[in-house]
């Protein structure tokens, strides 16, 4: 496992940041950034994938309403791929029956998608080889955040609650203080303490958080973020293998 | 308001001053007086939160955002995913048969 991952230096991998404004459709823009970014990876090919056709063709109605990451995969599956958001633009609502899936061309498709263990080594081993995992985590803190590493604890933010799906793209550590400036003699050293961290996409326009981004500690289920680590797959399924018969 | 504002954050001037600033950066208008009494003290409370976060949590910054005049729960409801938590529930139920290793 790198010490460092982040899946924006690659180039034609992370689309822009995207804003939801007034739809709830945070499950639809991270399931829409994880294929995008899978088929970055995978095909160097930059796409930008329709958010309005996973809300307008859920099988739940309307999606600015809310919704969860598999019926967006769902709906990929159903209707054999996604349009490019050129094609089907985001309109922020939805009108019932208005699913348009057969009028655009697809520019991506999935073979399936998986839910990972709720365990973060193996989450950023998967993250480290395959590319960027949805995320579902408890966004409580997010109204008030700005910048920096998101130390949450069960108190501050309940990991049994989660209401809120992003796109995790990297990971890291930052160096910081270990204590607070005034608890310190002003001659001593203090020793810096590593914080590793979780880096997110959030579909809360550019101006918000870090460009966008925001990170949370790496290592404490900080909000949840183990309940629901889901990831689309666009590679061609294994072929089994040559079934090992004892001989009669 | 005044009361609220002194015990937990900047005094009432100030107060209102920040307030004022921030309906300008995020172009926010109320449709009335107790409206705007209600908004301001929604958004003294969530500086006063934000200010115990910051200095709860050393590693990142808390302070003013877009949806500072928004209560807890406004906040949770515009930009949640939240649907009927049924089908929710029926998932970590899978997850936890599975670790258990029933298919």
Redesign the interface.
């Known amino acids: 496992l790198p010490s460092t991952c982040d899946w924006r230096k690659v180039a034609g991998a992370i689309s822009p940041i995207r804003n939801?404004e007034?739809c709830?459709c945070?499950?639809a823009i991270a399931a829409a950034g994880n294929i995008e970014a899978l088929w970055g990876i995978k095909y160097h090919q930059s796409v930008e994938l329709s958010v309005q056709e996973l809300l307008d063709c859920d099988r739940?109605g309307d999606g600015c309403?809310?919704?969860?990451v598999?019926d967006a995969f769902i709906t990929v599956l159903n209707n054999s791929g996604l349009a490019s958001e050129k094609d089907y633009p985001f309109k922020k609502h939805t009108k019932p029956s208005k699913c348009l899936a057969r009028k655009y061309t697809k520019v991506a498709w999935i073979q399936d998608f998986i839910?990972l263990q709720?365990n973060e080594e193996i989450i950023a081993r998967h993250l480290a080889t395959h590319g960027p995992i949805t995320v579902?985590i408890n966004?409580?803190?997010l109204?008030?955040?700005?910048?920096?590493?998101?130390?949450?604890t069960s108190t501050?933010c309940d990991p049994r609650f989660v209401?809120?799906?992003v796109l995790l793209v990297g990971f890291g550590k930052?160096k910081?203080?270990g204590m607070?400036e005034e608890t310190v003699s002003p001659r001593s050293h203090r020793p810096c303490r590593s914080?590793p961290y979780w880096i997110l996409k959030n579909s809360?326009g550019p101006?918000?958080g870090e460009e966008g981004y925001f990170?949370l500690?790496r290592g404490s289920n900080a909000c949840g973020i183990t309940k629901?680590p889901l990831t689309a797959r666009v590679d061609q399924p294994v072929k089994k293998k040559q079934p090992i018969s004892c001989p009669p | 308001d005044s009361l609220r504002a002194q015990d937990h954050g900047p005094q009432p001037l100030e107060l209102n001053e920040v307030f004022k600033l921030f309906q300008v950066q995020f172009n926010r208008s109320y449709s009335n007086s107790a409206e705007h009494a209600r908004r301001l003290d929604i958004f003294a409370h969530?500086l006063a939160?934000?200010q115990w976060?910051q200095e709860?949590?050393?590693?990142?910054?808390?302070?003013v955002?877009?949806?500072?005049d928004?209560t807890?729960e406004e906040?949770?409801q515009?930009?949640?995913?939240?649907?009927a938590t049924r089908?929710?529930i029926n998932?970590v139920r899978k997850?936890e048969s599975e670790e258990w290793g029933e298919p």
């Open positions: 939801q007034n709830m945070c499950w739940c309403k809310g919704g969860f598999w839910m709720d579902t966004m409580k803190l109204q008030h955040y700005q910048k920096g590493v998101i130390k949450a501050t209401n809120h799906s930052s910081v203080k607070r914080t809360w101006k918000w990170r500690h629901y | 969530n939160q934000a976060l709860d949590m050393c590693t990142a910054e808390f302070g955002t877009p949806f500072s928004l807890e906040f949770g515009l930009y949640g995913h939240q649907r089908r929710e998932m997850v």
